[in-house]
């Protein structure tokens, strides 16, 4: 009896450690996917990472930026759900006037900017600091749309945190 305990443990045992290296290879390769996404939405954008230059210093274009700072603006409360994603790329698509599938590399090349700047109150100031130096003021109207769009579709109200993010973005924008 006791070697059948034995065996049955050392059975369990292995099958449990098997599933532990299957779910880390799982993990692995969507992160080596999800690195390939971002690097062909940049090659798509002519996104370049210079060395020694923070990421965003790198954007040229205004739709990055404001993609980016959509992201951060849901990330402020939690990771933001598929539909707020769907939400997001429903607004990228109105208010920037893009496809669909430009929309998506915006929001992945956004996502990766945002996590790059080390969380998204961070990259919501230098983000913002950056699309002024490329658009100056006139860059709030559109930002504003895509960010009231997105609570207005999702049926909430601002946040504490979300409030404070869009004043700030205004206060950067030099619009009160």
């Keep these: 009896m006791p070697f059948i305990l034995a065996l049955l443990g050392i059975i369990v045992t292995a099958y449990f450690w098997a599933n532990r290296a299957r779910n880390a290879g799982n993990v692995a390769r969507d992160i080596v996917?999800?690195?390939?996404?971002?690097?062909?939405?940049a090659r798509r954008f002519g996104f370049t990472r210079k060395a020694n230059v923070h990421p965003v210093e790198s954007i040229e274009d205004?739709?990055?930026?404001?993609?980016?700072?959509?992201?951060a603006f849901v990330a402020l409360d939690e990771m933001p759900s598929k539909d707020q994603q769907q939400i997001m790329l429903i607004q990228l698509r109105s208010v920037l006037r893009v496809d669909q599938e430009t929309a998506?590399?915006?929001?992945?090349?956004?996502?990766?900017?945002?996590?790059e700047c080390?969380?998204?109150?961070?990259?919501?100031?230098?983000?913002?600091?950056?699309?002024?130096?490329l658009q100056g003021a006139s860059a709030l109207e559109p930002v504003?749309?895509?960010?009231t769009g997105i609570k207005k579709a999702e049926g909430e109200a601002m946040s504490q945190r979300q409030e404070e993010?869009?004043?700030e973005i205004r206060t950067i924008l030099r619009v009160r």
């Design 118 to 133: 080390g969380g998204p109150m961070p990259a919501i100031t230098r983000i913002a600091k950056k699309l002024y130096r």
């Design 62 to 71: 205004p739709d990055i930026a404001a993609a980016s700072l959509a992201h």
């Design 33 to 41: 996917d999800m690195a390939g996404d971002v690097r062909l939405a």
């Design 104 to 115: 998506q590399e915006l929001l992945v090349l956004g996502t990766w900017l945002v996590n």
């Design 144 to 147: 504003t749309e895509i960010l």
């Design 165 to 167: 993010a869009l004043s």
